[in-house]
């Protein structure tokens, strides 16, 4: 099975759980063993790829500025890519500008996802039975790329992951083991650093540049 045999699936449950006039956001990266695979929550129509007339990768943060001020005070984005994100307006991404950002993504060996792939119209809080549909699929794309470690931003993505209760205030810089298809991953949560996680953007960072000077 390829990543792009999910699709159809996850085209169905926008359908079902997402907005009917937006379209479903997949994942990019490095697909061929990366070193980490970051799992969001769900796609807003704040990332331009969700829009019907957009021919490009449908790929997660297309569009948008903070996720990427993350990934950059981290060490996973280049300087200069970093620098023309930040002078786009979100209009002025174009498929292009998509690929060369994920290209730069892929070279820095991760993977960006959601568990949730249902566009919605904004930040609206979906309920923990809407994850759960999805689960099934982020276990098939988790073992199709097959990462060193998994990174869940927040308690709701890390606890329905894991499949127990987690506070990521609780659990800073500790581990969980998921089994994925027979093989057990090492599996992060991490304070969500985006929206309302604005605020603990900092503590995220600090976190993720720990995890990662353990690969």
């Known amino acids: 099975m390829q990543l792009e045999d999910l699709k159809a699936e996850y085209d169905k449950l926008q359908l079902e759980y997402g907005a009917k006039e937006l379209k479903s956001i997949y994942n990019g990266g490095c697909t061929n063993k990366p070193d980490i695979c970051f799992v969001f929550m769900n796609p807003t129509g704040r990332n331009i790829a969700s829009n019907p007339n957009w021919k490009g990768r449908r790929s997660p943060w297309i569009g948008t500025k903070n996720i990427w001020k993350l990934f950059y005070r981290i060490g996973l984005l280049d300087k200069k890519i970093y620098e023309n994100i930040m002078t786009k307006k979100p209009q002025e991404w174009d498929e292009k500008f998509a690929d060369l950002v994920y290209g730069n993504v892929e070279e820095h060996k991760y993977f960006i996802t959601n568990l949730g792939k249902c566009t919605q119209i ?9 994850y759960i549909q999805y689960l099934d699929l982020l276990c098939k794309e988790i073992e199709i790329i097959n990462p060193k470690i998994i990174i869940t931003l927040g308690n709701q993505v890390s606890s329905i992951v894991l499949n127990r209760n987690v506070s990521v205030s609780q659990c800073r810089k500790q581990n969980f083991s998921k089994n994925i298809a027979g093989k057990e991953y090492k599996v992060y949560p991490v ?11 900092e503590k995220a960072i600090e976190d993720i540049k720990y995890i990662i000077e353990t690969l």
Do not use: E, K, Q, W
């Open 122 to 130: 904004d930040a609206r809080v979906l309920p923990n039975s809407v």
């Open 191 to 201: 304070y969500y650093p985006i929206g309302n996680g604005m605020m603990n953007i």
